[in-house]
């Protein structure tokens, strides 16, 4: 459940120098050319992945990326310059073979002259399963900068140590604790396992249909996926811009933190769910994935991790109990 009662702040509906948040029900292409030079501190996003949804127009892969090209363009206008894109993609898939989708889109941002920080993994443990080839339990996101004066705040996003009692075992600090007393870097693959984030997966749960955030959009990404963008990449009163806000995650990942939010979105549905949920946040109604929150591991003792009756008694079930005596 979200937090005590706060003051709410008002939505606009076009972009306003002084607005605390901003939600644009239209194209990016057109709401852009409202924000001025050089005004934003972190871009982050979700794009559309060309897959035939019902919100997408399908199109050959490279008229796909021709387009995102010209948004990201765009996009690279109003970034500051001590400014961060973080851009989150999956896979592209047709007729049975997968573009990874972040290495198509790297040319197109190093043609701009960004500079690649970090291609930060997000694994997940539910999704679709595949049957002709291994299922996609992993997305990307692709951490840019416009220029190699950025802004990063390590200490806001570190995780405990593993080994908080490790010591140097040489030189002038011999015998002194090695580590940093706030935590270690949660390096570029994160995990958050049974106990805090000591592994090193981001391994945060997509939102599907028992998810507390979901809402009706297919492809929504969780708050806590954002959060640490935030945290790490702006500072309070920062900018954050959602290009492809869906129902507004990103924009509440930002409120949350004291940072200013704007959005566009093309479906009028999505950017109705999106004031709704920033209202619910305000007013300590919205649900949402507390972040660093352990992701459920089940005992054995649940009745759905428990193997069926009926497949006890097959071979594949003999083999992996051991007792298989033709191995």
């Known amino acids: 459940m979200g937090d005590l009662f706060l003051s709410p702040k008002p939505i606009r509906s076009s972009f306003d120098p002084r607005a605390e948040i901003v939600l644009f029900h239209g194209d990016v ?21 060309n897959l035939g949804k ?28 001590d400014g961060s894109i973080c851009w989150q993609v999956g896979n592209f898939v047709e007729n049975g073979e997968v573009y990874p989708l972040d290495i198509l889109y790297y040319p197109i941002f190093k043609e701009l002259g960004l500079k690649l920080r970090n291609r930060i993994i997000w694994r997940f443990g539910h999704g679709l399963h595949a049957s002709k080839r291994f299922s996609g339990r992993y997305e990307t996101i692709l951490w840019f900068t416009k220029s190699d004066r950025y802004v990063f705040n390590l200490n806001a ?25 706030l935590g270690k870097n949660p390096s570029d693959v994160w995990e958050v396992v049974v106990r805090d984030w000591e592994e090193a997966f981001w391994d945060i749960p ?16 969780p708050i806590e996926l954002v959060e640490r963008c935030v945290l790490a990449l702006t500072n309070e009163g920062d900018w ?9 995650s990103a924009l509440v990942a930002a409120i949350m933190h004291n940072r200013r939010a704007m959005g566009c979105e093309v479906v009028a549905e999505y950017v109705e769910i999106a004031r709704q949920r920033l209202v619910a ?36 079930a003999r083999l992996l109990e051991g007792k298989d005596k033709y191995r």
């Open 29 to 49: 292409n057109e709401f852009i050319t409202q924000i001025p030079d050089s005004s934003v501190s972190l871009i982050v996003t979700s794009p559309p992945y």
């Open 54 to 81: 019902e919100y997408e127009n399908r199109v050959a892969i490279g008229e796909y990326l021709k387009a995102q090209a010209q948004v990201i363009a765009h996009l690279y206008r109003v970034l500051r310059e």
């Open 157 to 181: 996003v570190r995780v405990p140590a593993k080994y908080p009692g490790k010591r140097h075992y040489k030189g002038p600090k011999r015998g002194k604790p090695s580590g940093n007393p």
């Open 206 to 221: 997509n939102v599907k249909a028992n998810h507390p955030e979901k809402t009706i959009h297919p492809c929504q990404f």
């Open 240 to 248: 954050v811009f959602d290009p492809y806000m869906g129902v507004g």
């Open 281 to 316: 946040y305000f007013n300590g109604t919205l649900r949402y994935r507390p972040m660093g929150k352990p992701v459920y591991q089940p005992t054995g003792g649940e009745k759905i991790a428990q193997i069926p009756r009926e497949w006890k008694e097959t071979p594949q």
